[in-house]
């Protein structure tokens, strides 16, 4: 059996972990979206969150009736690798559109100096990528 100071400790780390994890989740999405839609992407976020821990119930069911993890750790493990999927492709495409303007990938060039500073130039194209 666990000890009750391993438990309190498990407690604290979790708690303490949580609160990095909605804080740089808040103050990422504060810092890119407008302010208009703070509280409606937060508690967007908050859903996707709860409905993904919602989760936990059905893959522990699965373990009970299936006697092993392995399964489950596979499914979660091919859960995990298609969460790269969506950054790649948009990698991919933002080097595409960057390739057909003959700009470099993710690099603005430099310009002379303008009063003491470097200016970099904007991307043209009508694609925002990132």
């Not at 666990?2 to 309190?8: C, G, V, W």
């Not at 990095?20 to 407008?34: D, E, H, L, R």
């Not at 967007?44 to 709860?50: E, I, P, R």
Request: proline share 5%; aromatic share 14%; hydrophobic share 45%.
């Amino acid at each position: 059996m666990t000890s009750a100071p391993d438990m309190f400790l498990t407690f604290v780390l979790h708690i303490v972990s949580r609160a990095f994890i909605y804080g740089g989740n808040t103050a990422f999405i504060a810092n890119s979206f407008p302010a208009e839609h703070l509280g409606r992407l937060i508690g967007l976020s908050y859903l996707v969150a709860g409905l993904v821990g919602l989760l936990q119930y059905p893959l522990i069911g699965w373990i009970k009736t299936a006697g092993s993890p392995f399964y489950v750790y596979i499914f979660v493990l091919v859960l995990s690798v298609m969460t790269f999927v969506h950054p790649t492709y948009i990698d991919y495409h933002c080097r595409d559109v960057s390739n057909k303007d003959g700009r470099r990938p993710f690099q603005g060039d430099l310009e002379k100096p303008v009063k003491g500073h470097l200016e970099v130039d904007a991307c043209c194209s009508k694609e925002t990528c990132v």
